[in-house]
Structure formats: structure tokens, C-alpha cells
């Protein structure tokens, strides 16, 4: 083992606590307050609808279709200043795309929201969590619907395989009031479909496999 | 016997899904994909949900080992994930720009957790960049009235990371 030395001068500063596997221990967690070093955490414009009732009747308010890295290009400015040393790995984002295509990606995620009906948000997002363009009907947090679905689709295609199940079409998330549907579009690129139940579970899935499929060939 | 559950977490590439797969006694569930930001230039695939494996002491004890996505997007994991933990493992990547942030930025994250139980860090990839030094590690903790069991370890190597492991039962007074 390496670095004997430094080992055992750090065992010397072992704490002697008194601890046991609490069974009655409540659950922990994570403190409260983000620290910000890895990655600036971005607070979506919108603030998460705290009720759903109240989100549903503000449906169909805004109609938006959004390109974020446009967006994002046009606040570059600012954030360079406040940025920390290169901490952060997302401050380069690799994947890039042509405005072109963005165009047509974003032409295909507004023909998915009026062939669908009951759709509200279309995502497309990278299977590590960046937003790359959405179409909402309804104020969503979409960096975090990003963020949370590249998990939601890795957690499923992970159980699908410990399952002994072969491909994992989509995951799907069944609530009482609607349905959010992750698939992927590629090996970086997945599409998140969020809808209420006016649009049937198969018409949501064909409509959102036939545009993954149509994106796919977009976003070479 | 109640299994314990370990979480591992640190800055993305500092090692926390090879740590796991090393001592793992059978191949971890992993939820690695690939990387489209700046990470890539260092290595292909992240995590973005959760690594899991399992190590079984010699008196019988399983040891659930529980891998963090490392990227602060993916704090709502964090807070899952800690849930029922019984110690925190950070491991630091030494070669990044600013290890000691990275390591605090941890340490105030996981706070509160780290509170209810106890911490062992872990400094990654000091093999190609030796600064800052465990003495430099040692001194921020002291400088945070914080005390935990700081080594130079490589991830890839299962007596390192078995060594980390059994440092935080010390702590835990659990071996
Ligand atoms: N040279 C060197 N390489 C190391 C050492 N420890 C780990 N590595 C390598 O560093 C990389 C760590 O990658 P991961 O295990 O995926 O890192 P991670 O912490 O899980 O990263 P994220 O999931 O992205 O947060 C691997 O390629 C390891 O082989 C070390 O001490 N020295
Ligand atoms: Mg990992």
C-alpha cells in the first residue's frame, strides 16, 4: 500500500466516537444549502408548480419553444465574470449542434405537442442530464426534468438489465392526473414527453417513439 | 444481520464507481452513460443515478456500498441516496484544479449526514499530481474543527479502498 507514512499519521487523528448501527436512527439528509464549486446550480426560471391543480388550470398559458443553447449563448457574457476558476466540467459542453438543426429539432418536438393533446412538454436533453431544446405548454422546471429523467432512464435500463430484460424502450411514470414518458433518442440524447391523460398511454408512446426516431436523424 | 450502508461521493472522476467495482464481491449495478461536457475530455462515461455493490466482512456483516452521481445537478440523488447511510466516503481527485474546494464543497453538502454518522476521505490520483499534500488536507480539516481519517489511496486498487473502508468502521466503531 502506498504512502504508509501519510496513512498512519492520519489514523492518529482517527476521532474515537461512540457509535452504533442505530436501528432507530431517523433517515438523514444532505444538508440543505448547495455548496456551489462542482457546478452552478441553476435555478429554472420558472418555479416549480407547487400544486398541481392549480398548474393544470394555467395549462396551455404559455406555448413556448425554446432552444437552450441559444439562450445560453446570449447570457455567456455574464457568467463568465462570476464563473470560479474551470471548476466545472459543464462550463464546456461537447455536444454541440447547428442552429439548423436545432431549428428542425425543435419544428418536431411542436408537431409531437399538437399531435398529441394532452402533451404539455417535450424534451430533449443529453442522457447525462443538459438540457438541449424543449417545447412547453406549461411553466415546467426543465433543467431539473432533465436532470432527473437522465437518472429515471439510467435507473431503468440498469433494472431492465438486472431483470434479464434486453432493451429498455421507455420509462414510464403512470400519476393520477398524467404521464411522464423518457426514451432515448441516441447514445447522448434522450426525449422526455410529458402529458396529461387526455392523450391515451399507446397514442403518447407511438407519437414520442416516431419523434425520438425522427430526432434522431436530425441530431447525427 | 442489518446491512450497512456506505455512500460514497466526491467531485465526477475522483473515482467513486471504480472504488466500488474494485471491492464490490459482485459486479456493481451501474448507471454510467456518456459524458457530452467537459468531463468527457477526461473520461467517457458518468454516473448519473447511482452505483451499487456489496462487500461481506469476515464476521458475516454485509456492507451495502452506495455510489453518488458527482455532479452538484445531481443533488436530489444526494439526498436520496444518504438516506438510512451509516458513514460517507469522499473521495478527492487530486489532479483537478482545486482539490480543497472540491473537498469542502463536499464536506457542506453532506453535512448534516456527516453529523449523524462519520467521514473517511479519500484523495484519489495523487500518483500525477502529489499537491496538495495529505499534510494540506489535514490542515483545512483542522482549520474547519473537522477531524476525519484522510489518505492518499488509488481507486483501482482494492487494498487502498479496503483500507479507507476499514478506517470509517474504526470510526464507526463497527469492526
Ligand atoms: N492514475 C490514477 N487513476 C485513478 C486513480 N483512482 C482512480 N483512477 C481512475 O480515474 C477514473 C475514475 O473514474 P470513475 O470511477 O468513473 O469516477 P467517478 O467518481 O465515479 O466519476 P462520476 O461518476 O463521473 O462522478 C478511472 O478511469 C480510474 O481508473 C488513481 O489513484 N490514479
Ligand atoms: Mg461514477
Known amino acids: ?220 | 444481520m442489518k446491512q450497512i450502508k456506505f455512500i460514497f461521493t466526491g467531485p465526477p472522476g475522483a473515482g467513486k464507481t471504480t472504488a466500488i467495482a474494485t471491492i464490490s464481491e459482485f459486479p456493481p449495478v451501474s448507471t454510467d452513460v456518456f459524458s457530452t461536457d467537459g468531463l468527457a475530455k477526461v473520461k467517457e462515461k458518468t454516473t448519473v443515478a447511482m452505483d451499487f455493490g456489496q462487500i461481506t466482512l469476515d464476521n458475516g456483516q454485509k456492507i451495502g456500498l452506495y455510489g453518488t452521481p458527482g455532479q452538484q445537478r445531481f443533488k436530489f440523488m444526494w439526498e436520496i441516496l444518504v438516506q438510512g447511510g451509516l458513514g460517507l466516503i469522499v473521495l478527492v481527485d487530486n489532479r483537478r484544479p482545486e482539490p480543497l474546494k472540491d473537498l469542502e464543497a463536499y464536506l457542506d453538502n453532506f453535512a448534516d449526514f456527516i453529523d449523524e454518522t462519520d467521514a473517511v476521505i479519500g484523495v484519489t490520483c495523487s500518483d500525477i499530481k502529489d499537491t496538495p499534500s495529505i499534510d494540506d488536507y489535514q490542515e483545512l480539516l483542522q482549520k474547519r474543527g473537522q477531524v476525519f481519517p484522510t489518505f492518499a489511496i488509488d481507486a483501482r486498487n482494492k487494498d487502498d479502498v479496503l483500507f479507507l473502508l476499514n478506517a470509517l468502521l474504526t470510526c464507526l466503531e463497527l469492526s
Open chain 1, 1 to 220: 500500500m502506498k504512502l504508509t507514512r501519510d496513512k498512519l499519521s492520519a489514523l492518529l487523528g482517527f476521532k474515537g466516537q461512540n457509535k452504533s448501527i442505530g436501528s432507530e436512527k431517523k433517515p438523514i439528509h444532505a444538508s440543505e444549502t448547495p455548496v456551489d464549486l462542482i457546478e452552478k446550480e441553476k435555478t429554472d426560471s420558472p418555479p416549480q408548480p407547487a400544486d398541481a391543480k392549480q398548474a393544470n388550470e394555467q395549462a396551455d398559458i404559455t406555448d413556448s419553444t425554446q432552444l437552450v443553447s441559444e439562450i445560453e449563448s446570449a447570457s455567456d457574457e455574464t457568467e463568465v465574470e462570476t464563473q470560479e476558476p474551470s471548476m466545472e466540467y459543464e462550463d464546456l459542453i461537447v455536444v454541440n449542434y447547428t442552429k439548423e438543426q436545432l431549428a428542425q429539432s425543435e419544428a418536431k418536438l411542436a408537431e409531437f405537442m399538437s399531435a398529441c393533446i394532452g402533451a404539455y412538454g417535450a424534451l430533449i436533453s443529453t442522457v447525462d442530464g443538459h438540457e438541449v431544446a424543449y417545447s412547453l405548454k406549461r411553466d415546467l422546471p426543465t433543467h431539473k426534468i432533465s436532470t432527473m429523467n437522465s437518472s429515471l432512464l439510467a435507473l431503468g435500463e440498469s433494472i431492465a438489465k438486472e431483470s434479464l430484460q434486453q432493451l429498455c424502450q421507455f420509462v414510464i411514470l403512470e400519476n393520477s392526473d398524467g404521464r411522464v414518458v423518457s426514451l432515448r433518442i441516441n447514445d447522448i440524447l434522450m426525449l422526455t414527453c410529458i402529458s396529461s391523460k387526455s392523450t391515451n398511454l399507446g397514442m403518447l408512446l407511438s407519437a414520442g417513439r416516431n419523434t425520438a426516431d425522427s430526432l434522431a436523424k436530425i441530431l447525427r
